[in-house]
T-cell receptor, first 113, second 114 residues
Framework: GQQLNQSPQSMFIQEGEDVSMNCTSS?????WLWYKQDPGEGPVLLIA?????ELTSNGRLTAQFGITRKDSFLNISASIPSDVGIYFC?????????????FGKGTKLSVKP | NAGVTQTPKFRVLKTGQSMTLLCAQD?????MYWYRQDPGMGLRLIHY???????AKGEVPDGYNVSRLKKQNFLLGLESAAPSQTSVYFC?????????????FGPGTRLLVL
């Protein structure tokens, strides 16, 4: 089946630094979603993208739906300790038998205080 | 408004035992989903439901059964648990699928099969 390649798998950053992560696919998607999962919790939706080229912000977070519809990136500006967690991208392929979400394997973010 | 809730939060089973995980949502969502999350694997869809009385297989359905007798509840059953089913299980729900559908997740059920 379709897969998403999410990178990096993990990263350590200094507080105040900007962070960038991305997801790529060999096939197109109609929707890109970015979730954050805190330890012991379920994923929480951060940003949703519905059109190719769309750029959306949520506070210090910015995400873009790639023009080719095969990728998306998430940027976090001026990281703080509470940004720690696992970030997942999820994409929905067009049509098909289900059109269900496909998740990346996550980017684990750790911030040095 | 509790959103999506899951019970139990944690369970230990012996191989061959059975159990049912309960998911409940109070947002009047039509769609409900069960995922499993394993280290390094992300979230994988087990089964889903597009409405009361309907269910469908996801990516990894083997060893699981589901039922959606009421719109607000989605049950995941393990008839004969195996160690390979040790995982964290997440339920999610959403409004009827459309371009702007987004899924809301519960807090998870941690299952250990010995």
């Amino acid at each position: 089946g379709q897969q998403l390649n999410q990178s990096p798998q993990s990263m350590f950053i200094q507080e105040g630094e900007d962070v960038s992560m991305n997801c790529t696919s060999s096939s197109i998607f109609n929707t890109w979603l970015w979730y954050k999962q805190d330890p012991g919790e379920g994923p929480v939706l951060l940003i949703a993208l519905y059109k190719a080229g769309e750029l959306t912000s949520n506070g210090r977070l910015t995400a873009q739906f790639g023009i080719t519809r095969k990728d998306s990136f998430l940027n976090i500006s001026a990281s703080i300790p509470s940004d720690v967690g696992i970030y997942f991208c999820a994409g929905r392929p067009p049509g098909g038998s289900q059109g269900n979400l496909i998740f990346g394997k996550g980017t684990k973010l750790s911030v040095k205080p | 408004n509790a959103g999506v809730t899951q019970t139990p939060k944690f369970r230990v089973l012996k191989t061959g035992q059975s159990m049912t995980l309960l998911c409940a949502q109070d947002m009047n969502h039509e769609y409900m989903y069960w995922y499993r999350q394993d280290p390094g694997m992300g979230l994988r869809l087990i089964h889903y439901s597009v409405g009361e009385g309907t269910t469908a297989k996801g990516e990894v359905p083997d060893g699981y059964n589901v039922s959606r007798l009421k719109k607000q509840n989605f049950l995941l059953g393990l008839e004969s648990a195996a160690p390979s089913q040790t995982s964290v299980y997440f339920c999610a729900s959403s409004y009827r699928r459309q371009v702007q559908e987004t899924q809301y997740f519960g807090p998870g059920t941690r299952l250990l099969v010995l």
